[in-house]
């Protein structure tokens, strides 16, 4: 069974630095593009940054970012751990938001056609 | 802003048919087969319904189909059921940047 688990919200300050963790297991996290969206209170789904997968794909491991977060946001993955993660830095409180880790679909192929997702982790940026 | 339009709310009654629109460009929705729709019911994360326009995830009820015309894709389901209230989002890949784009949604009520 595919299952993703966010952790590592709360609550912190404009300009501070938080890292989301996203553990999954019951695929090859290789094998797959992993994609962070995130979902402001009361608001639809923003995409924010996706991984590319490296298993067998011709973007292994490239990152894409929003614009709104490009420079301050950095994805990355643990394939020893199989741990997604999300740097986030100089927070904003635009970046309040629940953040969910999803799964592409299609193996080897970055689409952002996200199969499976995380419960979500709460992110609030206040003072 | 974002850059795929959907009508902010929609409603039927129990056992009728109701479509989603999904209006972007020939930059987007119009120029590739990567659209997919998502179901997000209250408080829970987003579930995907639909993706390459027509296809359907195993387990998703055949009541809900894809399709496209031009720049615009739609969502439909038929035979509704109070199960189905939530919100759809639509959401494609595009040669515009960011590479990919959600939809802001729609919020079906079933009356």
């Known amino acids: 069974e595919v299952q993703l688990v966010e952790s590592g919200g709360g609550l912190v300050q404009p300009g501070g630095s938080l890292r989301l963790s996203c553990v999954v297991s019951?695929?090859?996290?290789?094998?797959?593009?992993m994609t962070w969206v995130r979902q402001a209170p009361g608001k639809g789904l923003e995409w924010v940054s996706t991984i590319g997968s490296r298993g067998g794909s011709s973007d292994g491991d490239s990152t894409y970012y929003a614009d709104s977060v490009k420079g301050r946001f950095t994805v990355s993955r643990d394939t020893s751990k199989n741990i997604l993660y999300l740097q986030m830095n100089s927070l904003r409180a635009e970046d309040t938001a629940v953040y969910y880790c999803a799964k592409d679909l299609t193996l080897g192929i970055t689409m952002v056609q996200l199969d499976h997702w995380g419960q979500g982790t709460l992110v609030t940026v206040s003072s | 802003q974002s850059a795929l339009t959907q009508p902010a709310s929609v409603s039927g009654s129990p056992g009728q048919s109701i479509a989603i629109s999904c209006t972007g460009t020939s930059s987007d929705v119009g120029g590739y087969n990567y659209v997919s729709w998502y179901q997000q019911q209250s408080g829970k994360a987003p579930k995907l319904i639909i993706y390459d326009v027509t296809k359907r995830p195993s387990g998703v009820s055949d009541r809900f189909s894809g399709s496209k015309s031009g720049n615009t894709a739609s969502l439909t389901i038929s035979g509704l059921q109070a199960e189905d209230e939530a919100n759809y989002y639509c959401s494609s890949f595009t040669t515009s940047t960011p590479p990919w784009v959600f939809g802001g949604g729609t919020k079906l009520t079933v009356l």
């Open positions: 019951g695929f090859t996290f290789n094998d797959y593009a």
